[in-house]
């Protein structure tokens, strides 16, 4: 079992930056594939970036667009996004996503492929 809590969402001016964190609670982290979802209104929901277990591979969506970057602690159970150079249409709330599926990040792109989810946290960025 994996609980998930994100911080770090806010607002933003265009071309500013963000890092979201996502805090974990439970004995399974450190072996769980870890992704950023986000959701805008009226929108499904989407994936933004993954990292594997170890932290040493990443995925990133085309949204992404080289301005985003994953990471992980697993010495503190916490995983982050940094997003850079952000655009009114980055606009979303954010979810963090822990998945125990023992396979390659590009099977694991979508929402029903995760287990363990965050309440989100609401990123609003104004032009």
């Known amino acids: 079992q994996v609980q998930l809590v994100e911080s770090g969402g806010g607002l933003v001016q265009t071309g500013g930056s963000l890092k979201l964190s996502c805090t974990a609670s439970?004995?399974?982290?450190?072996?769980?594939?870890i992704s950023w979802f986000r959701q805008a209104p009226e929108k499904e929901r989407q994936i933004v970036a993954a990292i594997d277990w170890s932290g040493d591979t990443t995925y990133y969506a085309d949204s992404a667009g080289g301005r985003f970057t994953i990471s992980r602690d697993n010495s503190n159970n916490t995983a982050y996004l940094q997003m850079n150079s952000l655009k009114p249409e980055d606009t979303a709330v954010y979810y963090c996503?822990?998945?125990?599926?023992?396979?390659?990040?590009?099977?694991?792109?979508?929402?029903?492929?995760?287990?363990?989810w965050g309440q989100g946290t609401r990123v609003t960025v104004s032009s």
């Open positions: 439970g004995r399974h982290f450190s072996s769980a594939a």
């Open positions: 996503a822990a998945s125990s599926f023992p396979w390659g990040l590009r099977s694991l792109l979508t929402p029903n492929m995760y287990q363990y």
